[in-house]
């Protein structure tokens, strides 16, 4: 069963908008993590940030924040003024113990932004 | 810190060549992972080493083997390569199988 769902399969935006990506997972442990990555079009896999499940704090950093929400197994991605250079597909995953802390992956949204 | 390493960084094969895919983590990290990425998909865990001189079945095994050589090194071999096999395929390592995950480059590879 998939766990981790980002519905947004791609999203176009233009230059200094903000984006925010979905992620909802599904989990039966009550200790378990959360994570961005960002993949550019050069390939490479970014990590952005690991979130346990026990600190609901919202994390900000710079342009990128992020805001966690048990109640709606949430784990949104929002990107304030956009730039070019955020064009990339950007993958949320979980880890918990029934997957033996191995990361779980969403499908990735492709985030697309027009100058 | 170089972080983690793959090479080759591109392979072409051919059906039923066998070659051996390296990647190296300078971190000291316990755990080790291969992935592989198709066209337009997410990542799909291959094999897995939580720790040096342990390797585990992940989501995709069928048709490929590691070795984990030693805390820095962990290896993949394609015996006998076929179309199917044609990925990007990511090294990764992590402190502890809780922790971020740190990505190589990639190594690309296409069989004819």
């Known amino acids: 069963a998939q766990k981790v769902t980002q519905a947004q399969t791609e999203i176009s935006v233009v230059e200094k908008e903000d984006v925010t990506l979905d992620c909802v997972y599904e989990?039966?442990?009550?200790?378990?993590?959360l994570f961005w990555y960002k993949q550019p079009p050069s390939g490479e896999l970014v990590f952005l940030i690991r979130?346990?499940?026990?600190d609901e704090q919202n994390e900000i950093s710079g342009r990128y924040s992020w805001n966690f929400q048990k109640s709606t197994s949430s784990f949104n991605f929002t990107i304030t003024a956009s730039q070019v250079v955020d064009s990339a597909v950007y993958f949320c995953?979980?880890?918990?113990?029934?997957?033996?802390?191995?990361?779980?992956w969403g499908a990735g949204t492709k985030l697309i932004i027009k100058p | 810190n170089a972080g983690v390493t793959q090479t080759p960084k591109f392979q072409v094969l051919k059906t039923g060549q066998s070659m051996t895919l390296q990647c190296a983590q300078d971190m000291n990290h316990n755990s080790m992972y291969w992935y592989r990425q198709d066209p337009g998909m997410g990542l799909r865990l291959i094999y897995y080493?939580?720790?040096?001189?342990?390797?585990d079945k992940g989501e995709v095994p069928n048709g490929y083997n590691v070795s984990r050589l030693n805390k820095r090194e962990f290896s993949l071999r394609l015996e006998s390569a076929a179309p199917s096999q044609t990925s990007v395929y990511f090294c990764?390592?992590?402190?502890?199988?809780?922790?971020?995950?740190?990505f190589g480059p990639g190594t690309r590879l296409t069989v004819l």
């Open positions: 989990t039966r442990d009550t200790t378990y993590y």
């Open positions: 995953a979980l880890s918990d113990a029934d997957s033996n802390y191995q990361l779980i």
């Open positions: 979130r346990n499940s026990f």
């Open positions: 080493s939580a720790s040096e001189g342990t390797t």
């Open positions: 990764a390592s992590d402190r502890d199988q809780r922790s971020e995950q740190f």
